[in-house]
């Protein structure tokens, strides 16, 4: 085991944890955001820079700093270090430029990209960011590219994080895109037209981090929150079957895996229930889904206030998070 400081607070994990990991474990605000980085996809990370924290003792036996900032999602802890991340105002200036430079070539298409309301880049650049751009040049454009029949690709929003690329690889058993070119021409595509229909392959829709890669069945229905999402369950052969239903009125509108705080799915679906089983009678209800208390789509969602959960029988889990936040009656 390894016990190190972070933003002032310790922590102990065991030997190999990442700093990133370890800053989870701890939670709330000083956990480095992450735009790369998949806990169930091994080889993720390192690619964002987002991540980037700065360690001000690299361990008790060496208490010399490093000299450079580096990625917490990708840096091992060793025992008695010192990382700082909201502490450090080096951090925070190299993390608002690095999210200037995502944004670079990123379209202005939050008004009507399906992503909106859920977009990690962004959050990433509400809490980051700057309001105006020093971008001068044109923005670097893709033709648009038929993937499938399923999923919609849009290059132009991509950020080149890999994470469809490790999905593809390691969820499912044949991968037929990847990463294109080098350098500024890099993108993900494939060399055909129209050949992604792999039965897990709707996972990189889930694991994208901003709105290249959306759901082709849900193009343009509605706003997520304008949505009702509640988590269900169905007997599948060929996954879990957990999933978080979008519905509007008795529609549902589309059908994703559920995650966890940190945006990660907690398991794989199939393409079955994912783009099929679009009937509420295909599922077994669970419950509102939790969303968190920031988000966008909590505008319109409602949790049962449930002050003595102890007292009734299976309630659904949703409805005992947060409960310090219903206020007290007077």
């Given amino acids: 085991m390894a016990k190190i400081t972070f933003d002032g607070i310790e922590v102990e994990v065991p030997d190999g944890t990442t700093i990133l990991n370890a800053a989870r474990k701890i939670g709330g605000k000083v956990v480095p955001p992450a735009m790369c980085y998949y806990t169930p996809l091994k080889g993720s990370g390192g690619k964002c820079r987002v991540c980037l924290v700065k360690v001000t003792q690299g361990s008790a036996k060496d208490p010399r700093p490093m000299p450079k900032l580096v990625a917490s999602c990708v840096t091992p802890v060793q025992d008695g270090m010192v990382v700082e991340n909201t502490l ?9 430029g690095v999210v200037e430079m995502l944004l670079i070539n990123h379209p202005l298409d939050c008004p009507v990209c399906d992503q909106a309301g859920e977009c990690d880049l962004q959050n990433l650049s509400y809490e980051h960011g700057t309001s105006g751009t020093r971008y001068e040049e044109e923005r670097r454009t ?5 993937i499938g029949p399923l999923i919609q690709l849009h290059m132009n929003r991509c950020i080149l994080c890999y994470r469809c690329v490790y999905t593809a690889d390691q969820i499912t058993d044949k991968r037929v895109h990847g990463v294109l070119g080098r ?16 039965d897990f392959s709707g996972n990189v829709i889930d694991v994208c981090p901003v709105g290249a890669l959306t759901d082709k069945t849900f193009r343009f229905k509605n ?7 509640v988590d269900a369950h169905r007997d599948c052969p060929k996954c879990s079957g957990k999933v978080v239903l979008w519905n509007r009125g008795s529609d549902v509108l589309r059908v994703t895996a559920r995650k966890n705080e940190y945006g990660e799915v907690v398991e794989f679906i199939c393409n079955e229930c994912r783009f099929e089983k679009k009937e509420m009678s295909d599922w077994t209800i669970e419950g509102p889904r939790h969303i968190a208390r920031a988000s966008v789509i909590s505008a319109n969602h409602y949790e049962l206030p449930v002050v003595n959960p102890q007292i009734i029988a299976d309630l659904p889990e949703s409805t005992t998070k947060e409960l310090h936040l219903i206020p007290r009656p007077i």
């Fill in 88 to 96: 450090s105002p080096q951090v925070l200036e190299a993390r608002k």
């Fill in 183 to 198: 350098g500024d021409a890099a993108e993900i595509g494939t060399y055909i037209e129209n050949v992604i229909d792999n």
């Fill in 142 to 146: 893709f033709d648009r590219q038929d």
């Fill in 223 to 229: 706003r997520v929150w304008f949505t009702k999402p």
